[in-house]
């Protein structure tokens, strides 16, 4: 009896781990993210990002500040705060721009940070070495494998009530 209840469970989670690996539906999810200022108080002052790129996006320390529209974000600081250190900014055909930020605004005071973004250059091949590159494989779920283990542990569940009768 402890052997069939040990051959079902592996047989049980090796099942739930092959589903976890095939995916059941190719799944794309789209988000938008808007953000607005937290009022903490204090004294406020403000970057303003100019970039030669429209709908390039803005991060300072990896946090999200926004999108570049007509040439400009405006990002507004706590001039008493933790000062920001980094910028990143970054378009689709572009080349990551990165650069450290060394002014903090005052009150009421706005710092510029010029970006110009380069586009990004790919290799040329001539068209006698040109090869055709494989469609990388959809992106898996693994949802699947919590569900299985449970139902491993009801089935082990059930059984060990059993033998106890």
Do not use: H
Request: proline fraction near 7%.
């Amino acid at each position: 009896m402890k052997k069939l209840i040990l051959v079902l469970f592996v047989c049980i989670a090796m099942i739930g781990c092959v589903l976890a690996a095939v995916p059941s539906v190719n799944l794309t999810v789209t988000t938008t993210a808007t953000t607005a200022p937290q009022l903490i108080g204090g004294s406020m002052g403000t970057y303003l990002v100019q970039a030669n790129v429209n709908g390039a996006n803005v991060s300072f320390d990896s946090d999200y500040k926004g999108v570049i529209t007509n040439g400009t974000l405006a990002v507004s600081v706590y001039s008493t705060g933790t000062p920001y250190r980094t910028i990143s900014v970054q378009a689709p055909g572009y080349a990551l721009y990165t650069a450290n930020i060394t002014q903090v605004p005052g009150n009421q005071e706005t710092i510029d940070i010029p970006v110009t973004l380069i586009p990004a250059t790919q290799p040329t091949v001539p068209a006698s070495e040109a090869t055709t590159a494989a469609a990388s494989p959809a992106p898996t779920t693994s949802g699947s494998l919590p569900f299985a283990v449970f139902g491993a542990f009801v089935i082990v569940g059930i059984f060990a009530i059993r033998s106890r009768r």
